[in-house]
């Protein structure tokens, strides 16, 4: 691994608060320029990937818009060098990566952030890697004081701390029941559509792995916390078809609410698609019944694969046009809420932001002593969800009852 200037050193003897690791792919370059724009002066991050020659070009178009940039460190790593992953993670109070589907390339870096006691974020919205992660290393992780921290981006952030938000205007101690429907409108990069692929593709492991990790996890004792899969249905509160989204975020909620007692003695979480018309719903539903049908077949998928090129993305014109809504209903003691978290283009400039505002977050702020794997709302909570707001996400109370 090549290193650059190297901008002073902390306590620990680590020179970098932030390394943003696969800098160079389209949500990398996205979640650079967020930095380039934004990190605060003092403090001390770079870029990683593994070509130095893409690295340096990048420097040049970050430095053009933002000067101060010209000598941004570079550290060059590959996804299977171990060595270099564990000089990377040892380098850094926090790693940010982008390098997917993380299934096939995140985990030597996962294994070098527990092992060197290192922060770590990232954008996956892969049910099996995380569980994976938990079961293989949440035990070192705690251990070394590393706090891992996946689904930093639009998977799971806004259902994440929103419903985190929902709930903090809810009485306390009493049964909480929310409803989370979710509408964007936005397209996909090869990247996003490569993770897509290969979870769709990959039902078996993913049982198991959540299977492996249910027998790792320890039982919560005195109270529930759940996230089921119910069926379609018209949603009164909307004016929506509400559609089951079998997606990570619901996962992650979930053990947000086992981890804080504010979620109360019996939590309850439902995640759907929020789609206007009974005609639009079946055909998102025949859609998402293809994709994972077609995802079994090898050939298909590599082929579906290549004619999207990872890398590549929607350009500004369009993100500019996209948006995203999540609203949520909250019921408990007697109280309704209708909350409401919103933002521009969810897959992308918005993802970077999270990614980067989370990374910041756990390298700047002060927040509550954990270790182990854990989500945003229970490694960060307040402190970022000031951070996003302040970044111009939109976390709303839209009417109490």
């Known amino acids: 691994m090549e290193t650059g200037a190297v901008a002073g050193r902390d306590a620990g003897g680590r020179p970098y608060d932030v390394v943003l690791f696969g800098a160079t792919g389209f949500a990398g370059e996205l979640t650079a320029e967020y930095l380039a724009e934004h990190a605060p002066d003092g403090c001390r991050w770079a870029l990683a990937g593994r070509s130095r020659v893409k690295l340096e070009a990048l420097r040049e178009r970050l430095a053009a818009r933002w000067p101060r940039c010209a000598e941004l460190p570079l550290l060059v790593a590959d996804s299977a060098d171990a060595d270099a992953l564990r000089e990377l993670a040892e380098s850094a109070r926090v790693v940010a990566t982008t390098v997917g589907p993380y299934v096939w390339y995140g985990e030597g870096l996962v294994?070098?952030?527990?092992?060197?006691?290192?922060?770590?974020?990232?954008?996956?919205?892969?049910?099996?890697?995380?569980?994976?992660?938990?079961?293989?290393?949440?035990?070192?992780?705690?251990?070394?004081?590393?706090?891992?921290?996946?689904?930093?981006?639009?998977?799971?952030?806004?259902?994440?701390?929103?419903?985190?938000?929902?709930?903090?205007?809810?009485?306390?101690?009493?049964?909480?029941?929310?409803?989370?429907?979710?509408?964007?409108?936005?397209?996909?990069?090869?990247?996003?559509?490569?993770?897509?692929?290969?979870?769709?593709?990959?039902?078996?492991?993913?049982?198991?792995?959540?299977h492996e990790r249910r027998l790792h996890e320890p039982r919560l004792v005195g109270r529930r916390a759940r996230a089921p899969l119910s069926g379609p249905r018209f949603s009164r509160e909307t004016g929506t078809w509400a559609l089951p989204l079998p997606t990570l975020d619901p996962q992650v909620?979930?053990?947000?609410?086992?981890?804080?007692?504010?979620?109360?003695?019996?939590?309850?979480?439902?995640?759907?698609?929020?789609?206007?018309?009974?005609?639009?719903?079946?055909?998102?539903?025949?859609?998402?019944?293809?994709?994972?049908?077609?995802?079994?077949?090898?050939?298909?998928?590599?082929?579906?694969?290549?004619?999207?090129?990872?890398?590549?993305?929607?350009d500004a014109e369009r993100r500019a046009r996209s948006w995203f809504s999540v609203r949520f209903v909250g019921e408990g003691g007697g109280r309704r809420v209708f909350t409401e978290v919103s933002g521009g283009d969810p897959g992308y400039d918005e993802t970077a932001k999270m990614l980067a505002e989370s990374a910041l977050c756990l390298a700047l702020d002060p927040l509550p002593k954990t270790s182990g794997q854990m989500t945003t709302a229970v490694a960060m909570g307040d402190a970022l969800l000031d951070r996003l707001r302040a970044a111009g996400i939109r976390f709303r109370v839209a009417d109490a009852r």
Do not use: N
């Open 253 to 314: 909620v979930a053990r947000s609410a086992a981890a804080l007692s504010r979620y109360g003695p019996d939590f309850r979480y439902r995640h759907y698609a929020s789609v206007k018309t009974l005609p639009m719903a079946l055909g998102g539903a025949a859609a998402v019944g293809a994709g994972v049908a077609v995802a079994q077949v090898p050939a298909v998928r590599q082929w579906l694969m290549g004619r999207y090129e990872s890398g590549q993305g929607p």
């Open 111 to 210: 294994a070098a952030c527990a092992e060197a006691g290192t922060d770590y974020v990232d954008l996956t919205g892969e049910a099996e890697f995380v569980d994976l992660m938990y079961v293989r290393h949440d035990a070192r992780a705690r251990e070394t004081g590393a706090r891992i921290v996946h689904a930093c981006g639009f998977d799971s952030v806004p259902h994440d701390l929103g419903v985190y938000f929902t709930v903090q205007q809810l009485p306390k101690d009493v049964p909480l029941r929310i409803d989370g429907f979710v509408r964007a409108g936005a397209v996909f990069s090869g990247g996003t559509f490569a993770s897509a692929l290969t979870a769709m593709g990959r039902g078996r492991q993913m049982l198991r792995a959540a």
